[in-house]
């Protein structure tokens, strides 16, 4: 368990100057307000991701009650929508007036942060190994690991 939330928060990390390097350094895309903005926010996603993973480790191996960093969770729940509407609505407007390579992946980029809001801070969407896949088939969308415990910090 604990390699695992060490490899999902690598991995959370590692995406961020990675998923850089693809889109703006080998695929050329256009370095412009509407696809920073988009990246940005996808970012911003990917490291509270890889926050909650660490924290949730830090836990395990303390064996504490409450999940670290909670302040910062619940602050990201509350922020996070605002931060993310803006970002879709930039973006997608930057579509709109520009269409193309220009704005669309910015689009995408803050289309995709706000999926994965929704996976960290709400449902779980992402199901990447068999004891997910089967939690799945037999229960269907379930509770977010962070959202169970943010809801049990209030409780």
């Known amino acids: 368990m604990r390699a695992r939330l060490r490899s999902l928060a690598s991995l959370e990390l590692l995406n961020i100057p990675l998923q850089a390097f693809i889109w703006f350094g080998l695929l050329g895309l256009p370095a412009n307000p509407a696809n920073l903005a988009g990246f940005a926010a996808f970012?911003?996603?990917?490291l509270e991701g890889a926050a909650y993973w660490t924290a949730k480790r830090r836990q395990i191996d303390?064996?504490?009650a409450d999940l670290p960093w909670t302040p910062l969770f619940a602050f990201a729940l509350r922020a996070n929508p605002v931060?993310?509407?803006a970002a879709v609505l930039f973006t997608g407007w930057s579509a709109v007036a520009d269409p193309g390579a220009g704005s669309f992946p910015g689009l995408g980029f803050a289309l995709f942060?706000?999926?994965?809001?929704?996976?960290y801070f709400h449902v779980q969407l992402m199901y990447d190994n068999p004891a997910d896949l089967r939690r799945l088939s037999r229960h269907g969308l379930v509770r977010s690991?962070?959202?169970?415990d943010l809801s049990r910090r209030r409780s």
């Open 83 to 85: 931060v993310l509407a």
């Open 62 to 64: 303390t064996g504490a």
């Open 113 to 119: 942060a706000a999926l994965e809001h929704v996976n």
């Open 43 to 46: 970012a911003l996603l990917l």
């Open 145 to 148: 690991h962070l959202s169970r």
